[in-house]
């Protein structure tokens, strides 16, 4: 009995001291300091460390069909048959027992579910930078899985457009364009089909908020540009008159120049008739011939001296009243015939009158009305831009712009002093500007680009500078290149373009673009990207912010599509020069 009760004693004491150790185990456990083998796991998991699954002891057994086996025995001296089922089995689990199989596709939804069935949202594929546009032939645009994507230089002639909605990035990124080209400008790299210095920039600013980044590109990259703002009179303005040949010739390439931002219907041949001979007569009308006119006080309200051929044109066409321009063109006719009588007859005011002399000459009023109204309304949409017509206002032409390869700003939106245009003198003047800088351009760079010389244009809004007709935006890309143009084009709503133009633009030799929520345009982008079914519409549609699908040429040959996140090269422009890959040297303002 005594050693019974040793025996239960030592039993008792060791129970309780086992008790006492799980109970410390397990208050360990509870305050996290011994980790079960779940949140080891977790921990790793955490960091990324993904521990290797452990491996399956042997070989399994394979799965196997049903099958019946039988035997033939001997009992007795007498042959007995048997037949024994084996029944069908699944085998043995291929794998150990704390490890299964599951899809990539699982994992990624556990992980990451953005998008898909799990998100309720859509993903656009992935494709790769083709390796042609991951080396260093022009602007890098930015990365796409840690490769770099670059546009090519030389192909820039063929076009780059841009679509993207409104606060896309497609402004950003057009003036981003136009910061690397004035990098090329200061430290020009002499690569192949690189424009270096030979390089006149022209952008148009629409909204006006776009004025001091641009000029922050050129101004910390050392380049020197000019901002003109349209509605701020301290600013200057470019003289849209100054075409060759005599003042018919001129009046009439300003009447084409109206009627490609007004279009045909608005400019029929009646009016374009008489906007030609007023504004003929207008553009000789100079201070001497008003003074000697000796006009009342009650006449020089209307006929003002020092004003614009605009101004005088308006006068002409009945604008403050009939008589004003009656009077008008009594003075132009009394002039003329003055000087003639002096033996020093003035071309120019012969021309003058000649011009206008059927809407005056044995004329009344009610027959001028059906020749003077419908022009009128144009001229006066125009007189009321205001300042920019004016001769007292400092001006540059398009041929020093062009020739003397400078860089301008053109703000068509809300200037530093608050003025503003509204929408349709925004989109009248713009087109005008563009009119008569293409007419510039064939006659100023012919030949530019065996020359090495280069005219780089930049619009974050292309809908305004087309006008009324696709042919002189068409013209830049199929006809501009021997004249060294080179379009970096944004529009924000290409469904809203005219057909032709949309065609044109979608067939630029760079199309980039940001997410669309257009339908039409969403299919028309996918079309243009690749062949049929390449791409499709959700893929245009649910783009990520700030990624753009980008297809390309290199030396003209056609790159496959991808898509490539934008960085904001505007919020460190002072670093742009490494990110294309030059030293932070000291840059020096360009000539």
């Avoid at 780059?160 to 090329?184: D, Q, Y």
């Avoid at 509605?231 to 009447?255: H, K, L, Q, Y």
């Avoid at 009324?468 to 529009?491: I, M």
Wanted: aromatic letters at 8%.
């Amino acid at each position: 009995a005594p050693d019974v009760a040793a025996v239960m004693s030592g039993a008792t004491g060791f129970l309780y001291g086992l008790a006492a150790v799980l109970a410390v185990i397990g208050g360990l456990a509870l305050a996290g300091r011994i980790k079960s083998p779940d949140h080891r796991l977790r921990d790793k998991l955490d960091t990324a460390s993904f521990p290797a699954p452990p491996v399956r002891g042997g070989k399994p057994a394979p799965p196997r069909k049903e099958r019946v086996v039988k035997t033939q025995h001997v009992v007795n001296g007498d042959k007995v048959h048997r037949e024994r089922v084996i029944p069908a089995s699944d085998g043995d689990y291929p794998l150990h027992r704390d490890v299964f199989l599951v899809g990539p596709s699982v994992i990624v939804g556990m992980v990451s579910p953005h998008a898909g069935a799990i998100s309720g949202e859509k993903v656009t594929r992935t494709r790769s930078v083709p390796p042609a546009m991951g080396q260093p032939i022009g602007p890098m645009l930015g990365h796409e899985t840690g490769t770099p994507a670059y546009l090519s230089a030389h192909d820039a002639f063929s076009g780059t457009a841009v679509l993207g909605v409104p606060n896309s990035g497609k402004s950003l990124l057009i003036r981003s364009l136009f910061g690397w080209n004035c990098l090329e400008r200061t430290r020009p790299s002499g690569k192949h089909g690189h424009p270096g210095r030979h390089n006149t920039l022209v952008a148009f600013e629409s909204k006006g908020d776009g004025v001091d980044k641009y000029l922050g590109w050129a101004h910390t990259l050392g380049d020197k540009a000019l901002a003109i703002d349209v509605s701020d009179p301290g600013s200057r303005a470019i003289d849209m008159f100054a075409v060759p040949g005599d003042n018919e010739a001129r009046a009439s390439f300003f009447t084409n120049a109206m009627v490609y931002a007004f279009g045909e219907q608005a400019i029929g041949d009646r009016s374009f008739a008489t906007l030609t001979a007023v504004l003929t007569a207008a553009l000789a009308i100079n201070d001497d011939l008003l003074d000697s006119m000796e006009l009342t006080e009650a006449q020089s309200l209307n006929i003002q001296s020092g004003r614009s051929p605009i101004f005088y044109a308006y006068v002409l066409l009945g604008g403050y009243s009939d008589q004003s321009g009656v009077d008008l063109a009594a003075g132009i006719k009394a002039r003329a015939t003055k000087l003639r009588e002096r033996g020093t007859p003035s071309a120019e005011l012969d021309q003058a009158y000649g011009a206008i002399a059927f809407l005056y000459e044995g004329k009344t009023e009610s027959a001028r009305r059906t020749f003077l109204e419908a022009p009128r309304s144009k001229i006066s949409q125009l007189l009321a831009i205001g300042s920019w017509w004016e001769p007292s206002r400092p001006k540059a032409t398009w041929d020093m712009i062009l020739e003397g390869h400078r860089s301008i700003i053109i703000n068509t939106g809300s200037s530093p002093t608050g003025r503003i245009l509204d929408d349709s003198q925004n989109q009248q003047i713009s087109s005008l500007l563009m009119y008569s800088m293409q007419n510039a351009i064939k006659r100023v760079c012919s030949g530019w680009q065996d020359q090495h010389r280069y005219i780089s244009i930049f619009a974050d809004e292309l809908s305004l500078l087309a006008g009324n007709s696709p042919e002189v935006l068409n013209w830049l890309r199929d006809q501009g290149r021997s004249f060294g143009v080179r379009p970096f084009l944004a529009t924000q709503r290409p469904e809203q373009l005219p057909t032709l133009l949309r065609n044109n633009l979608l067939t630029y030799g760079t199309l980039i673009s940001f997410a669309q929520s257009d339908v039409t345009t969403a299919n028309e982008v996918a079309a243009n990207m690749g062949s049929a079914g390449e791409w499709t519409q959700d893929d245009i549609q649910h783009l990520e912010p700030y990624h753009v699908l980008v297809r390309s040429h290199v030396e003209q040959r056609r790159q496959s599509a991808f898509i490539v996140k934008l960085p904001n090269f505007e919020a460190d422009m002072a670093g742009y020069p490494a990110t294309q890959g030059l030293a932070p040297t000291e840059l020096k303002a360009a000539p």
